[in-house]
Structures are given as C-alpha cells and as structure tokens.
C-alpha cells in the first residue's frame, strides 16, 4: 500500500455493473409482476435475488482479489470511506422518511382526526366516536379494520428493552474487535467478531418472536391503522437492516478467520463496523420513539 | 524522475481503449459513461418533447380532439417524469462526469464501476416506466408528483411506476456518492476547495441534496406501496394516516430536487460567462455561499407548494417566508453574472447566446416563483397555467438552456472540433423567439384561471393557446437542429485549440482536444495563476 497520490488505481472494465443493474432489473420487473397478481412474478423475483447475490459475490471477490494484490493505494482507501459514509448518510435518510411519518401521525393527522385544532367539523362528519390516545388503541373507522383491531401494543421494557442491551453490547464488542485487530491480535478480531454476530443474530431472532407474538396474540399487524403501520415498517426496515449487517459481518468474519486485514488496512471492516453503528443508532431511534414515548 | 517513470508505466497500461460494445457495457471511464449519460439524455429530451407535443397539440384548440383525458393525463405525467429523472438530471450528470475529474486534476472518478452501474441503470429504470404506456389502465396519469389517492388508483402501471422510481433513485444516490468522493479525495495538489471551479462547486452541493432528499422519495412511495399492497394507513384517514402527509414527504424531496435540476446550471452559467467577458467571475466566494445556502435552505420550504392544501395558518406563513428568503442568495448569483460581464470584453458565441438568454430568461422564472411564494396569491394561482409558465421557465429557458451552454461551450474541447457556428445562432434565436412564444402567454392563461393537467378548456382561452402551441411546435422541430449541429461536429470540423475559447481558464483547457482517455495521469500542480478564472 503507497501513501502517494501520485499513482492512480484505475479499475478495468469491469461486469459486474451490468450484472448488477440486469438484476435489480429482474427483480425489480418479478416483483411488479408479482403485485399485480401474478405467481409467474414470483418466480421472476427469485431469479433476481438470485442474480443480485451473484453480483454482490463476484464484484466483492473481484474488489477483495485487487486489494490483497496491493493495487490500492490510500487513495482508493479514502475513496471507499467516503462512499460508504455518504451511503450510510443516505439510509439514515431513508429512514428519516419513516420518522417523519410517524410524528407527522402523532403530531397531526391522528390529533385532527379525534377533532383538535381547526379540524373538529372532520372529526364530526367522519367518525365522531375516535379519541386520540398514543398507543393508538382505536382505529378511526372501526368496521373497514374490524380484523385488525388491538387492545394491547408491545411494550417498551420487555423484549425491545432486551434487545437494547443486545444491540448496544454488540456495539461493544465490534469496537473491542477493532481494537484488536490494531494491536494485531487475531483471535481477539476472531472472537470479538464472532460475539457480534451472535448477537446480531439473537436481535434478530427476538425480533422475529416478538413479531409472533404481535400477531398471534396481540392481533397486531401491519394493517391494524396507522400505529400497525409505522410499528412495522419502521422496525421491519430495521430489522432488515440488521439482518444485512449481520451477514456482512458475518463475511467480515469468515474474511478475518481466512487472515485478511491488517492492523493498518483493513477498510472492509471498518465499513461494516460503521454500517453496524448506523443500525444501532437507528434502534435508539426505534426504541425511544416507537416503544417508548 | 522516478516517479515519472512509473507514471509512464500506468499510462501505457491503461490507455488502450477498449474496443466494441464492451467499451460501453463495461465502461470504468468517466468520458465515455459521460458521454452514455449525455446521448440518453438527449434521447430521453426527444421522447419527453414528444409527448409535450401531444400535449400542445391537444391545446390547439378547445374541446377534445385528438387524445382521450386518460391518455392525455399521462402524456402529462410521463413528460415530468421523464424530462425530469431522464432528461435534465442524466444531462448534468453526463457533464459532471465528462468535467470534474478533468477541471480538478483527476485521472477519473473515484469510483469507477459504480458511475458504470449509476449510468446503466437508467435505460433499464425507463424501460420499466415507460412500459406502463402500454398495459391495462394506462401509464401513470396522476401528476409526477403521484399523490394519493388518485395514483394508488393506478392499474397496472402502479407497481411499476414505484419500482422506476426506486430505481432511479439508486442510480443518482451512487452518481451522487461518486461526485462527493472525488471532489472530496481526487483534487490535484494545490487545488484548494476555494479553487475548485463553480462548476465543481455547485455539483458537490447538488450531490448532497440528491443524497439527503432521493431516500426521502423512496420511503414516501415505499408507504404508497406499502398502502396499496400490504394494507398499510399511511395516506388512509380510514386508519389514522393521511393523504397530506404524503404532499410532505414527497414535497421534502421535491423542492430539493428543483434545485438538483438548476444548481448544476448555475455552474455552467458561471464557467462560461467569465469566458466570453474575458473577466473573472465576479464574487467567486459568494457564489459558493449562496449556492450552499440555497441548498440548505431548500429543506425549509417544502410547502409553498401546498398553500391551499389546509395546513394550520402558522405553517403557511413559515413557509411563505422561508420561501421568499431563498431569493436573497440567488439575486446575488444574479448580480454576481451581472458584474462578471459589467465592462467586459464581451462576445457572442453560442455558449454565451444562451447563458445571456438563461440569467434574463431564468431571472422571469424567479419573479413568478416569488409570486407564488406568496401564500395569499397563491390560492388564485395554485394549479393554474401561471405554475407551468413559472416551472417551464426555470426547467427550460433555465436548466435546459444553461445545458445547451454547457454542451456547445465544451464540445470542441470533447470531440476536438469546432460546431458550426453560425447553425448554433439559429438555433439559439430559433429556440429563444419560440421557446417564449410557447411559455410567456401561460402566464396569461393562469392568471385568467385556466387550470393545468386538463385536455379541454373554456374557449376564452383560446387563443393564448393557439399561440402557445404555435411557439411549442416550432421549439419542438428547432432542436432537431441541435442533434444535427452535434453530429456533424463529432464528425468533423475546424481542429480545436487546447484552450478553444480565447478567454477560458482552468485545467479542462490545459489538456489537448480531444483529451486523453484518462484525463490526468499525472496530478498537475494548481497555483492561484493557473485555478479558475
Ligand atoms: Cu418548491
């Protein structure tokens, strides 16, 4: 690795763009089919995971092979650094929309439907009987949700709680891993590492049961009015992201275990380690807003 | 030495051009994807005007003549969609690639295969929207804008519609990351942010603003999906949400977005008249001020274009004033054009024709954008023909026109020819006489009342109509001379200078025409002499 700036790395021609955008365009195309009806769409859509996990799998070994050959120098380092910010920067302002709709809801249109402000004559005419509360227990119109309805919300001290701890102990443990890796300790990297994903993944698994319990107990669902809807989408996208960020650790893991990286370069992991903080400041997010206020 | 020998080495490596299709399909070379990025977007500005001209000829006349209201609703939201996402942003994209690495001193962008994957995702985005013309229920015909109800409405076309814009809005999130990093880590020694050219300038802030506002569009049509598929409320009263809430999001985006069209005009604006001025530009530092400030403050004022949706009176006079304040920052861009060619040595070659033509013809768009800030006027002018004559102001006489600038001022720098001059005029007097022929009397039209998105209308409108048609057409037909003067140019012509232009500054002029395929090989050292004019 050279410090200087007065080479360039300049990637060749490359597939895998193309590879990638035919298969988000697969995907893309399966899933529309699919929405519209069609069991045919579903099929499509799985070929084009399928062919994204292909291209995100040779494009990384492609990227990898370059740099354990030392074609990078620090400037194509710095480079990756600001890609990988600014496209977390991004997420969180996916994420920001979800927010929004949430204390738009809160704030406003739950509010004026139960008759605040200047809307009261929409309150009478639509549906007189809807108070405001947050948890929402009451859905404005009771009869087009009748299959949905909930006397009970998760609470925020028990599994969210839980899963707080969780999300902010692997905070922890991936940042122990990188000081390990600094000090050129390998099996700290290894087993710090490992205890991230575990517990990346037992956030995952807790999500997913309390999900369960929503559903089957609760009758709380992504179609139970505007309290389902911003319950789930938000953590759901969460939990999504979760999910990935496990999996890239994961890959982070494997890559540590087969002695890539070094106490000086090591950028993948720090990449990752960042997209893991993103995820557990979002949960904060999650838990304080969703959960708990 | 040493050093220099290594950079020989480098260059032979790299600067056999690939050949064949694989040149294009494989691409990691930011002339030849800026290159892609600018023959789609002149396709993309030929189907778009296409359906403007259905438009136009619909208006003719009073009544309903040619096209049913189904149809004509889509052909007004598919030239939006389409002018906007494939037309104006690919243009300034195309020059952002074709320019940055080689005005600050890059051999290319920092992320080579991600601009290939930014580029080729957009024929693929298009295929998708522009798919929807021909399945049951229609392409989508609820406005650009999508609000719900109407557009959850949509037949067939919906899923695909919301997957086009997820679609493109990956493409300009990694165009966007692209631009920041190699502004950010591929400037040439000495090149200092405050030497950055404006044009650089205004498109590291144009890159933050996609960056904050394209996820934003995203989660909003996401929820719309979400609405329509899997049950959500989100837009639904029904279950507590609100179809306003969704004017909120999307608005979130959709005025950073107006400054993503004109911000990237804005630096082509301030590259070419200090050129023909033979003047530095005047106010370098402000410019980059209000640039900035414009985009910052473009997050505040989402909703001057709800003012008659019902929002609380506090929130319309938030966002009346907020609205107004932006024109504090751009009237001192305005000034600073203004200055720059104040005592100048001035000539008129195509490229100026149109920056002239932009600062007048865009300072009109800007005065009617005040008018409609105001909130109580605005409840007459809301959804009338005065907000298409303001838009299509700013869209075409201002992004469009500084974009024409922009390709006639650095073709002979591109394609190592000079155009024909002389066709360039014509086009510029025949696009600048009729672009105003077809937009100007709008005005007139909404200010008397007539509504936009509507096929048919009263026949005192009539004849402002006619007329407006009239300038529509013959601007619709000049700009196949555009295509004309660009082939040719490709072809041939009178060899261009490195500099081109007597009067021009900056690395792009230092390099030969055409210029290498990888820019700079070697970083170029840039002192206050040899930065920006
Ligand atoms: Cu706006």
């Known amino acids: 690795m050279s410090d200087s700036h007065s080479t360039y790395f300049i990637p060749e021609p490359s597939r895998w763009p193309i590879v990638g955008t035919v298969a988000l365009f697969i995907a893309f195309l399966g899933a529309a089919i699919m929405l519209n009806g069609s069991a045919f769409g579903t099929l499509i859509l799985g070929f084009g995971f399928a062919a994204i996990v292909y291209m995100f799998a040779g494009w990384f070994a492609d990227v990898i092979g370059e740099s354990i050959a030392g074609k990078y120098n620090k400037q194509v380092d710095v480079s990756f650094r600001w890609g990988m910010a600014w496209f977390i920067f991004s997420e969180v302002m996916f994420f920001a929309a979800f927010f929004g709709a949430l204390y738009y809801a809160r704030v406003f249109s739950v509010p004026w439907l139960a008759g605040e402000g200047a809307k009261l004559i929409t309150h009478e005419l639509l549906w007189p009987e809807f108070i405001y509360e947050w948890p929402l227990m009451v859905i404005p119109d009771l009869e087009a949700f009748a299959a949905s309805l909930y006397n009970e919300v998760i609470p925020a001290w028990g599994i969210p709680a839980i899963n707080t701890a969780i999300l902010l102990s692997s905070g922890l443990t991936v940042t122990f891993a990188h000081w390990a890796l600094k000090k050129n300790n390998r099996s700290g990297l290894c087993w710090w590492l490992a205890a991230t994903v575990l517990l990346g993944f037992i956030f995952v698994f807790m999500q997913a049961s309390e999900y369960i319990h929503a559903y089957d107990e609760l009758n709380m669902k992504l179609t139970s009015g505007i309290y389902g809807s911003t319950f789930f989408m938000l953590t759901g996208f969460h939990g999504f992201h979760v999910t990935m960020g496990a999996i890239m650790l994961l890959v982070i893991l494997i890559r540590s275990i087969m002695g890539h990286f070094s106490a000086l370069d090591h950028f993948a992991f720090e990449g990752v380690a960042w997209y893991w903080h993103f995820v557990d400041v979002v949960w904060l997010g999650l838990f304080i807003f969703v959960y708990w206020l | ?533």
């Open chain 2, 1 to 533: 030495m040493s050093e220099a020998v290594v950079h020989e080495d480098h260059h032979e490596h790299h600067d056999h051009k690939p050949t064949g299709i694989g040149r294009w399909l494989f691409s990691t070379n930011h002339k030849d994807i800026g290159t892609m990025y600018l023959v789609f977007a002149l396709i993309m500005f030929f189907i778009g005007g296409a359906m403007a001209m259905v438009i136009r000829l619909e208006l003719f006349q009073p009544g309903l003549q040619y096209v049913d209201p189904l149809f004509f609703n889509s052909m007004t939201t598919m030239h939006a969609l389409v002018m906007i996402f494939g037309a104006v942003m690919p243009a300034g994209v195309g020059l952002a690639n074709w320019l940055i690495p080689m005005m600050i001193g890059a051999p290319d962008m920092a992320l080579p295969r991600l601009n290939n994957m930014s580029f080729w995702i957009l024929p693929f985005a298009f295929a998708l929207l522009l798919g929807t013309l021909f399945m049951p229920g229609g392409a989508p015909n609820g406005g650009w804008t999508m609000y719900p109800p109407l557009t959850i409405q949509l037949g067939d076309a919906f899923p695909f519609l919301i997957f086009a814009v997820h679609f493109l809005g990956i493409s300009s999130i990694m165009g966007a990351i692209n631009v920041i990093a190699t502004v950010f880590n591929m400037r040439a020694p000495g090149m200092t942010f405050m030497r950055l050219p404006l044009f650089v300038w205004t498109w590291i802030i144009t890159a933050f603003l996609l960056i904050a506002s394209m996820p934003v569009l995203a989660g909003a049509v996401t929820m719309m999906l979400t609405d329509k598929f899997f049950g959500t409320s989100f837009f639904s009263a029904a279950g507590g949400g609100d179809p306003v809430m969704f004017q909120h999001i999307f608005w979130f985006f959709g005025h950073p977005e107006v400054y993503i069209l004109i911000l990237p005009a804005f630096g082509i604006v301030s590259q070419i008249l200090p050129t023909f001025s033979r003047k530095p530009l005047f106010g370098y530092e402000s410019m980059v001020y209000a640039t900035a400030s414009i985009a910052f403050l473009s997050f505040f004022v989402w909703a001057h274009h709800m003012f008659t949706v019902g929002m609380p009176l506090a929130g319309e006079l938030f966002f009346m004033y907020a609205t107004m304040s932006i024109a504090v920052p751009t009237g001192v861009k305005i000034f600073n054009w203004v200055a720059t060619m104040w005592r100048g040595s001035l000539t008129f070659e195509t490229p100026m024709l149109f920056s002239l033509a932009f600062v007048i013809l865009f300072s009109i768009g800007g005065f009617s954008g005040l008018m409609l800030a105001i909130t109580p006027v605005d409840f007459q002018y809301h959804d009338t023909y005065f907000v298409v004559a303001h838009f299509h102001y700013v869209l075409v006489t201002g992004s469009v026109f500084a974009l024409y600038a922009g390709v006639y001022y650095w073709l002979p720098k591109w394609t190592g020819h000079m155009y024909d001059e002389t066709l360039g005029k014509w086009h510029f007097w025949i696009s600048t006489i009729s672009v105003n022929v077809l937009f100007f009397p709008q005005h007139f039209l909404g200010l008397a009342g007539m509504p936009r998105r509507i096929p048919d209308y009263a026949v005192q409108f009539a004849d402002f109509n006619m007329v407006s048609s009239l300038g529509g057409f013959v601007f619709g037909v000049s700009q196949l001379l555009f295509v004309y003067i660009v082939i040719q140019c490709v072809r041939g012509g009178e060899k261009a200078t490195n500099q081109v232009w007597e009067g021009a500054h900056g690395l792009e002029w230092t390099l030969p025409s055409p210029p290498p395929f990888h820019s700079f090989t070697t970083p170029p050292k840039v002192t206050d002499a040899t930065a920006h004019s």
